[in-house]
């Protein structure tokens, strides 16, 4: 059973800093690519960053430079470092695998204000 668990998310001003989690389920996380979308409102959802199992990573474009995506095998977890947040970044974050599952978590709502 796939489970997986967003947090860290909230209120921060524009210029601010944020860190999600992931707790995902041992036997998805090891052996698959994760990811982090999001979606705002209105918006469809979209992968803003991506993890290899074996460790490479990309990002999309508009987060490419402030945003750090990291995973611990060990603890099942995978993070996303945000700096520098700006109100377009507005949206609620989840994780998944990449591609994605038809499982989708509650997510964690990142409010970036001006």
């Known amino acids: 059973q796939v489970q997986l668990v967003e947090s860290g998310g909230g209120l921060v001003q524009a210029g601010g800093s944020l860190r999600l989690s992931c707790a995902a389920s041992?036997?998805?996380?090891?052996?698959?690519?994760m990811g982090w979308y999001r979606q705002a409102p209105g918006k469809q959802r979209e992968l803003v960053a991506v993890?290899?199992?074996?460790?490479?990573?990309n990002y999309a474009d508009s987060v490419k430079g402030r945003f750090t995506i990291s995973r611990d095998n060990a603890k099942n977890t995978m993070y996303l470092q945000m700096n520098t947040l700006k109100p377009e970044d507005t949206a609620i974050y989840y994780c998944?695998?990449?591609?994605?599952?038809?499982?989708w978590g509650q997510g964690t709502q990142v409010t970036v204000s001006s």
């Open positions: 998944n695998l990449v591609p994605p599952t038809g499982y």
């Open positions: 041992g036997s998805i996380f090891r052996v698959n690519s």
């Open positions: 993890i290899a199992s074996g460790g490479s990573i």
